[in-house]
């Protein structure tokens, strides 16, 4: 806390009387005009933390390879953090919030490949390295992080086999395939829930 000494010897720190205040700046001390803090419980201030715990709870709702993309595509932040900034800045530009879309693939003759596997890159950064060793490997990402490069590996060796530039006009391709490689990898897209209904609404 910065202290100013007056002229008479006093020594002021903090808050001086009800119009001023002392404070320190890059190790200068200065006396400044106090000014009223805003009002906490503002319609403005119970809108942000409203649409804060709103984008709090949109996280908490993510599944697992959906957080794993924003701790993988964060700088300089957790993914959380991201998430968060994200949600807040686009309610704020009364926008919906993004999520990461997500698509499972599986080999396409349904065997497992011990040595196989699936890596998603933006850029040079892996956003996802998944194993095959189960025949399946499961990614999310969002259209406005693309473009996203898709490489197939077997052992050491790998192909990049498909560059999306834009996520949100070709969507998660249906299918990945490495020819030299061996490897087919399809969208394991499940079927709609049945109709219980006897399509009467």
């Known amino acids: 806390m ?5 002229v008479f010897g006093t020594k002021f720190s903090g808050r001086i009387g009800k119009s001023m205040v002392a404070a320190s ?4 001390e200065y006396v400044r005009t106090y000014v009223k803090p805003p009002n906490p419980n503002s319609e403005s201030q119970r809108k942000a933390r409203g649409t804060f715990a709103d984008a709090v709870r949109s996280w908490r709702k993510l599944s697992k390879v959906q957080t794993e993309f924003y701790d993988k595509i964060a700088e300089g932040m957790s993914g959380f953090n991201l998430y968060i900034s994200r949600y807040v ?6 926008q919906e919030p993004e999520k990461p879309v997500e698509a499972s693939y599986v080999t ?8 196989g596997g699936l ?12 194993s095959l060793a189960k025949a399946r490997a499961a990614i999310a990402l ?5 473009p996203y490069t898709f490489v197939l590996t077997r052992g050491r060796a790998e192909e990049e086999v ?3 530039r834009d996520l949100s006009v070709t969507g998660m391709p249906k299918a990945l395939e490495s020819e030299e490689l061996g490897i087919k ?3 394991d897209i499940q079927p709609p829930p049945a109709d219980t209904t006897g399509g009467k609404r």
């Open 2 to 6: 910065a202290k100013i000494t007056n």
């Open 25 to 28: 700046w890059k190790g200068h």
């Open 89 to 94: 800045t686009a309610k704020g530009e009364g």
């Open 108 to 115: 396409a003759d349904g065997q497992p490949m011990q040595i």
């Open 119 to 130: 890596i998603v890159k933006a850029g040079s950064r892996v956003l996802f390295k998944v």
């Open 142 to 146: 969002t259209c406005s992080d693309s």
């Open 162 to 164: 498909l560059e999306v």
């Open 185 to 187: 990898l399809v969208a």
